[in-house]
């Protein structure tokens, strides 16, 4: 990810010190693993409450990708229950798909969204491929939430967006042209 952000001109620094932190004007919350392996690092780092600080109080923007996403909703079932950040009211569940569709979702598929969407701005038609790598998915308790879905063996949450709060279940910085596009509205968006 730091390299198709700096590819988009930005400035990045990897951390976990909180005064970095605290400085920062905009947060990517990448992820790859497991839901409870990442709660548990980013709580024995004492990153929960000054994440939460960021992302509610301060409303700085926030791209969460992939396992990012999920880390923003209320709780996982991946491995048994797993407290997230709660910025989202959603769940992250366990993919269910009947063939000819596998789990894990890996490879390129369609995303749809609705017509005009900031984040989606540049990018050629409402089905347009973008790069998946998961197991499990969110599911929002509010619709408005969702922003964007993809078909595996049902609708899947690709992208939800509450104020601030931007995330991709796909990863942008995989998807070529389209997740470098997607990628520089949110750097260019005025929250």
């Known amino acids: 990810m730091m390299n198709a952000l700096e590819y988009c001109g930005e400035d990045t620094v990897i951390t976990d010190d909180l005064g970095e932190l605290a400085e920062a004007d905009r947060l990517v919350l990448p992820g790859v693993g497991a839901f409870g392996d990442a709660m548990a690092a980013i709580r024995s780092k004492g990153l929960q409450d000054p994440l939460t600080k960021f992302a509610l109080e301060d409303r700085k923007p926030i791209l969460g990708v992939c396992?990012?996403?999920?880390?923003?909703?209320?709780?996982?079932?991946?491995?048994?229950?797993?407290?997230?950040?709660?910025?989202?009211?959603?769940?992250v569940l366990p993919l269910k798909v009947a063939a000819p569709h596998k789990v894990p979702h890996v490879g390129w598929n369609d995303c749809d969204w609705s017509e005009g969407d900031w984040l989606f701005a540049g990018i050629?038609?409402?089905?347009?491929?973008?790069?998946?790598?998961?197991?499990?998915?969110?599911?929002?308790?509010?619709?408005?939430?969702?922003?964007?879905?993809?078909?595996?063996?049902?609708?899947?949450?690709?992208?939800?967006?509450?104020?601030?709060?931007?995330a991709t279940q796909f990863h942008p910085e995989k998807s070529q042209d389209n997740g470098i596009q997607l990628i520089d509205n949110w750097l260019g968006h005025e929250f």
């Not at 999920?70 to 009211?89: M, V």
């Not at 998946?132 to 992208?159: E, K, L, P, Q, W």
């Open 67 to 91: 396992l990012g996403m999920q880390l923003f909703a209320k709780r996982s079932f991946e491995h048994g229950e797993t407290e997230g950040l709660g910025w989202i009211d959603a769940e």
């Open 124 to 166: 050629p038609n409402s089905q347009t491929n973008f790069y998946f790598v998961h197991s499990y998915h969110m599911v929002c308790a509010d619709s408005a939430d969702r922003i964007a879905t993809c078909d595996h063996g049902g609708t899947v949450t690709a992208a939800v967006r509450r104020d601030n709060l931007v």
